[in-house]
């Protein structure tokens, strides 16, 4: 892409922050962009398995997940959040740990780690808490899944203890919010002696933005001991794994 296609398509981007998910630049349309659902997601509940075992034992998870477009997209199930949500789960327990999820959306993936022994705090901006807490408690997990507002870009909640294990899913899709991801990437690295589990299907040419800026403080690698692995990359979904670059 040249220079100055580029400064059109920020010039645009601040006009219409939405308007990739309406006509995308690289011909795609909100179809593919926006998981398949049913047409009018509102109030409505999911209910998603996990394969899982614990002591060798199958041990399936269920999430019961209500799902609602009306608080923005992250109200709705996305393909990353359930990859990332089965490999978690496939690992086993996580008992002792203390999980953070970025844009947690409806919370899946946090909730995975909960039913798995974490601690977890899943994280998004204020119109998706509602249903986040809604799924918490269906789920019976409020004694571990703690529901948080953290905008990407604002300081880390001083709430939260030590990390272990950090987690986003389908988090790269908004480009005003590229920046702002990576320096909370950033400083929660620097904070924390912590995995990074990061998992993101490709829509956009544009998403290399996100990754340049990303290169910069990270370098990643792909995780290789997910069974499913072959499948979810033929739907441009890459489960990474990030390591902060060290000077
Ligand atoms: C595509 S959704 C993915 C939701 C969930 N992780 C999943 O996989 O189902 C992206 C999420 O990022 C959140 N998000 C976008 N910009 C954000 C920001 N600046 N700060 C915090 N969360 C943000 C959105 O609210 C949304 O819930």
């Known amino acids: 892409m040249t220079v100055s296609k580029l400064l059109i398509d920020e010039q645009l981007d601040t006009i219409d922050p939405l308007r990739h998910l309406l006509q995308d630049s690289d011909g795609l349309d909100v179809a593919d962009i926006v998981p398949a659902q049913p047409p009018s997601i509102h109030n409505q509940t999911l209910d998603l398995s996990f394969v899982s075992s614990l002591n060798g034992v199958p041990n399936p998870i269920v999430i019961k997940l209500a799902v609602d477009a009306s608080p923005g997209c992250g109200g709705i199930a996305w393909p990353a959040g359930e990859v990332l949500s089965a490999y978690i789960s496939r690992r086993g327990s996580l008992q002792g740990k203390n999980v953070l999820e970025l844009g947690s959306g409806t919370g899946l993936v946090g909730l995975v780690a909960g039913t798995l022994g974490a601690h977890v705090w899943i994280t998004d901006q204020a119109p998706l808490l509602d249903i986040m807490n809604c799924n918490v408690e269906m789920n019976t997990l409020s ?29 790269v899709y908004f480009e005003p919010a590229f920046p702002l991801l990576v320096q909370t990437l950033t400083e929660l690295a620097i904070a924390n002696e912590a995995e990074i589990l990061f998992c993101y299907k ?31 990359s033929k739907e441009a979904i890459s489960l990474l794994r990030l390591m902060r670059r060290r000077k």
Do not use: M
């Open 202 to 232: 490709k829509r956009r040419k544009a998403d290399k933005r996100f990754f340049t800026l990303l290169k910069k403080v990270f370098t990643w690698e792909e995780v290789t001991d997910d069974p499913n692995q072959a499948i979810y």
């Open 143 to 171: 004694e571990r899944v703690k529901v948080l507002e953290f905008n990407w870009g604002s300081p880390i909640p001083e709430s939260l203890p030590s990390l272990h294990i950090i987690l986003a899913a389908d988090c």
